[in-house]
């Protein structure tokens, strides 16, 4: 009878144990913008021209999606330090341009958040589907102070982490950080702990590169490369409502990539490295760089 019961209860922590490792593999989820030669967005392609490498090592594309509706939750993120103030109205229309047409279009379950930052960071109002209420907010605020750049994205990011859907960090500023207590590379592990797609918005505050926060900016534009964003260097006016348009273009017409990780060593590292080779060598896919591997979704 013990000779019987034996294997059968080895039998069943076998099974057990392959059970437990089924659920924990995570589906890792890419927002995918693919364009071509002229930096046009290229919509209409199917799965099969998609190849995706988790730490060099090919995997199988679960799920597929063309210009994936799943609803946004964007983090706006307004620099009011005392630089930015001769500039605060006008950026204060763009934004109100760019809310205005979030809520217009796309999913009914788009929502913002809208924070600013100096010395310190605040959320002036969580998320929510009102543009007149994050509109509303920005009235009160009054430019002044230093610039707490990455403890800002580090803070908005955070509070993404653990929100269904795509994730997006909007951030306008003229690229200076003064005051963060965070570091660098905080922030940046809390974006891609999050998997929020950043689109830093410089607002050039002089054209010429003497005077110009560029460790700032240089940090901006590796924060936009690694999460699959974009960095802008607009004027006030036209050229910023622009920008906000190009951003909600992107948003749109993501493609969405899913994956089971499949064939990586017991030793990987803790980041992986994800890279998305197009079959069209014409294309260009546009997506984060990698992902924390321990985080659940």
Known sequence: ?????????????????????KVNVRLV????????????L????????????????????????????????????VDASGSTAKDWQYEVKSLRKFL??????????DMAALY?????????????????RLEDRLRYVKPEG?????????????????????RVIVLV?????????????????????????MYPIVVVPIENDAGRNLGGEHALQTLASDTGGREFYPTIGEKLDQVFTEILRDLR???????????LGADSPNFHTVRVVMKRKDLQAQTRTGYYGEESR
């Open 253 to 263: 017409a993501q493609y969405m990539v899913g994956y089971y990780p499949r064939g």
């Open 29 to 40: 989820r890419l927002m995918i913008n693919v364009k071509n030669p002229a930096g046009e």
């Open 42 to 77: 290229v919509g209409s392609l199917e799965k099969d021209e998609f190849s995706v490498f988790d730490n060099g090592v090919e995997q199988q594309i679960a799920n597929f999606e063309h210009y994936t509706n799943r609803p946004l939750s964007v983090a706006v993120l």
């Open 173 to 197: 500023s003229d690229g200076g950080n003064t005051t963060s207590s965070k570091p660098y590379k905080d922030a940046k592990e809390a974006a891609q702990r999050a998997d929020a797609v």
């Open 146 to 166: 230093g610039t707490s750049l990455y403890d800002a994205i580090y803070h908005a990011a955070r509070d993404l982490q653990h929100r269904d859907g795509r």
């Open 1 to 21: 009878m013990i000779r019987r019961i034996i294997p059968l209860l080895m039998s069943l922590a076998l099974a057990s144990a392959q059970t437990d490792f």
């Open 116 to 132: 600013t930052f100096n010395y310190d960071v605040t959320m002036q109002h969580d998320f929510t589907r009102s543009a007149k």
């Open 100 to 109: 205005d047409a979030l809520f217009r279009e796309g999913n009914e379950k």
